[in-house]
């Protein structure tokens, strides 16, 4: 029997992780007789009871797995951790809040077995989230795709299935400052939208606020792409139209009135010269540092679908 994770990282979630576990339950009651489950909790640190609540649903039921973290490490480590530790041969992300619902699993599944490796959960409507938030979010995806060349899959969040290929390949990926949206759209392979109604949170308070929010969103730019390195550069450039437009209208001026250049012209055309140099070198340590960010995540040069008509593991690229 194929075995399925199911990813839950968890932090001060006391209040919703009753209400997940019974849902949780009906729905792998009703998948039992055809896969084996395994629900891995990542406690990320909570100071509430998430992690003494975990451990009894454990003695109960051994289905259900833990890591537990010494400290509050963030969502993004909690699902690498998730990544490293399931044994499952697809995993399920899901928030504890119940704002992913189960009851989508089964369609997930459904298109794994069709073959699709990434098959991801797209909000149709999001309850319970301001207007300012929803807006927000999609400047923010349109921003970002306009950004890179990577095909990023919009109105998503972290609620997906991945085949066992992608998981090892996010395994092998150690890049400190983890955006996975980032990775789940960089790895690319056959990716199968679901769409779905996002539910408001069941109990307990977001963790999120907008600062958070910016923080991840400068996050998933900078993980995407060096390209605002290159906003220098490119600035140097009206800097020195500006030079030459005014030199020339400095020169014309000086020869059709018979007069030197005055003082404060000479001053602004230094100015201009000295900032359009500054902001050109600027641009240039930024194009290396841009090639230095992107050598030191080490990542993978390409991901092999398929060769010679069998699905590839990609087992040797990740082990050399
Ligand atoms: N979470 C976590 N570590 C954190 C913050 C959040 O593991 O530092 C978990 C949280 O328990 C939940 C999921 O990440 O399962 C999503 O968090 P939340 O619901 O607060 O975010 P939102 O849905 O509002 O974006
Ligand atoms: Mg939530």
Redesign the pocket.
């Known amino acids: 029997m194929k075995k399925i994770s199911i990813i ?6 006391e209040e919703s992780l009753p209400f997940l576990i019974e849902r949780l339950n009906k729905l792998i009651d009703s998948l039992e007789d055809k896969y084996d489950f395994e629900i891995l909790f ?1 406690n ?1 640190g909570s100071k509430d009871k998430t992690i003494e609540l975990i451990k009894q649903y454990r003695e109960k039921d051994k289905r259900i797995c833990f890591v537990d973290f010494a400290r ?1 490490f ?2 993004e480590l ?1 699902m690498k951790a998730g990544i490293d530790y399931c044994t499952g041969d697809c995993a399920i992300f899901l ?3 119940l ?1 992913d619902p189960p009851e989508l699993i089964p369609e997930l599944i459904k298109y794994w077995e069709e073959g699709y490796d990434d098959v991801y959960a797209r909000r149709k409507s999001r309850k319970g989230e301001t207007l300012m938030k929803k807006f927000t979010s999609k400047m923010y995806y349109r921003v970002l795709q306009a950004l890179t060349p990577v095909e990023i899959q919009v109105d998503t969040g972290d609620f997906r299935l991945l085949d066992r290929r992608c998981i090892n390949v996010l395994k092998s990926m150690k890049e400190v400052q983890r955006n996975s949206k980032s990775l789940f759209s960089w790895i690319g392979y056959k990716k199968k939208a679901v769409f779905y109604d996002r539910d408001p ?1 069941i109990a307990g308070k ?3 606020n907008y600062a958070k929010l910016f923080n991840l969103a400068i996050d998933g730019i900078t993980s995407f792409t060096t390209s605002p390195l290159r906003i220098s550069a490119y600035l140097s450039i009206p800097t020195f139209l500006m030079l030459i437009g005014y030199l020339i209208y400095v020169i014309v001026k000086c020869i059709r009135i018979q007069e030197a250049v005055q003082a404060y012209q000479a001053i602004i055309l230094l100015v201009l010269f000295f900032s359009g140099v500054q902001i050109l070198f600027f641009g240039i340590v930024g194009e290396y540092l841009g090639r230095i960010f992107n050598e030191s995540k080490a990542r993978p040069l390409y991901l092999v679908n398929e060769y010679n008509g069998e699905k590839e593991t990609n087992e040797k690229l990740i082990n050399s």
């Open positions: 839950i990282p968890a932090y001060n979630e990542v990320d509050n963030g969502k909690a928030d504890a809040d704002q949170r977001t963790k999120w």
